[in-house]
């Protein structure tokens, strides 16, 4: 059974600093691991990483895959009290096209 | 990007009622759509795939018999509630997949709270 594990589940920093969550993946084929931002209602999509895209980078978030880890890490500089969200990651299958979802790391940035 | 609405945003029910909730894509034709629920600070738990014009697929324990699913046409997925129990209490969220974007590119509704007194 396909299973992704994020890791902290929770986390609390003051803004300016810099955050890394981890999210580590066992899948029988890996096609492609998704990073989501979910605030008060729907997670928005922030990064799709595969195996020929390995880093996504937008403004103060950046994202790696390590294929060989199976994992992967979601930074964020500079944080900000608006970067207060669940950060989720998925593992994507190509062929049904659903979404395991890991178990999410609730992240709070302090003023 | 694409845009996904889900009707109602929040339901609150008597117990043994049944509860429908919808799921549109609406600029785009989705044969596939997805439905979650949500435990409070929790992840999303996948509970079927809705796939149009034929049986969803549900996940490993979840009953579908209780949780009734209808892919009527390319952008309308609709989920019942059967016979809802307090212990159905949970936040539902549906996403489309867009077959013209990269990948497995998925799209969120805002979601349905679904209180069951």
């Known amino acids: 059974e396909d299973k992704v594990v994020q890791s902290p589940l929770s986390l609390v920093v003051h803004e300016g600093d810099t955050v890394t969550l981890n999210c580590s993946y066992e899948v029988t084929n890996f096609r492609s691991l998704l990073w989501y931002k979910q605030e008060k209602k729907a997670p928005t999509f922030l990064f799709m990483l595969?195996?020929?895209?390995i880093e996504k980078k937008s403004g103060r978030l950046s994202s790696i895959l390590d294929k060989k880890e199976l994992s992967s890490i979601l930074n964020i500089t500079a944080t900000q009290t608006g970067d207060s969200a669940i950060y989720l990651c998925?593992?994507?299958?190509?062929?049904?096209?659903?979404?395991?979802f890991g178990q999410g790391t609730t992240l709070q940035v302090k003023p | 990007g694409a845009v996904v609405s889900q009707h109602p945003s929040r339901v609150i029910c008597k117990s043994g009622t049944s509860v429908k909730i919808e799921c549109r894509s609406l600029d785009f034709q989705a044969t596939t759509m997805f439905w979650y629920r949500q435990f409070p600070k929790k992840s999303l738990m996948l509970m079927a795939t809705?796939?149009?014009?034929?049986?969803?697929?549900?996940e490993q324990g979840v009953e579908k018999d209780k949780f009734l699913i209808n892919h009527a046409s390319l952008t309308l997925s609709t989920l019942t509630v059967t016979s809802a129990h307090p212990e159905d209490s949970s936040f539902y969220i549906c996403?489309?997949?867009?077959?013209?974007?990269?990948?497995?590119?998925?799209?969120f509704g805002p979601g349905t709270r679904l209180t069951v007194l």
């Open positions: 998925a593992h994507g299958s190509g062929n049904t096209g659903k979404l395991i």
């Open positions: 996403s489309a997949r867009d077959p013209a974007g990269v990948g497995n590119t998925q799209y």
């Open positions: 595969t195996s020929s895209g």
């Open positions: 809705s796939n149009e014009g034929s049986k969803a697929t549900y």
